[in-house]
């Protein structure tokens, strides 16, 4: 059980994170594109965005039923584990601000983050990225 529950995890936070870096190229190469390029390009970036979102949720299934079941609730981990924690409420808000814009955008309403959507698609990737390395020196 032990087992599959870390491949889940494991599963979970490759897919997020490609995602999120996925997502980064397509913005980016939406901005250099001609108007019906940049559009397409445009277009699947909501469905890897999901995909991170889903990731998202599977690691805070799989992560705290790890952490009860394989490491004593956690009571004798390093303060790397609560700094991997905390980064991790950190991408968990990014990610639930940007749906949210999203959400706004596509029913039209004022969306205020919305030029700020790139920086946090990359504060989203650092923050995730930042996160698994401490969780590796955690873990180790």
């Known amino acids: 059980m032990i087992e599959l529950l870390k491949i889940l995890h494991v599963f979970a936070f490759t897919a997020g994170i490609g995602g999120g870096l996925a997502n980064l190229v397509v913005i980016r190469a939406a901005g250099s594109a001609d108007p019906e390029a940049a559009k397409a390009l445009r277009g699947i970036t909501p469905r890897i965005g999901m995909l ?12 705290p039923l790890l952490l009860w079941l394989a490491y004593n609730g ?15 409420v950190l991408l968990t808000l990014i990610v639930i601000a940007s749906r949210l814009t999203i959400r706004k ?36």
């Not at 596509?106 to 969780?135: F, Y």
């Open 74 to 88: 956690g009571a004798h981990l390093s303060p790397l584990f609560h700094a991997k924690m905390l980064g991790a």
């Open 105 to 140: 955008i596509k029913a039209g309403k004022p969306a205020p983050l919305a030029p700020h959507m790139p920086k946090l698609a990359l504060a989203a990737s650092l923050t995730g990225l930042t996160t698994i390395a401490l969780a590796v020196l955690t873990f180790s």
């Open 52 to 63: 991170s979102v889903h990731s998202l949720g599977l690691l805070w299934v799989t992560g």
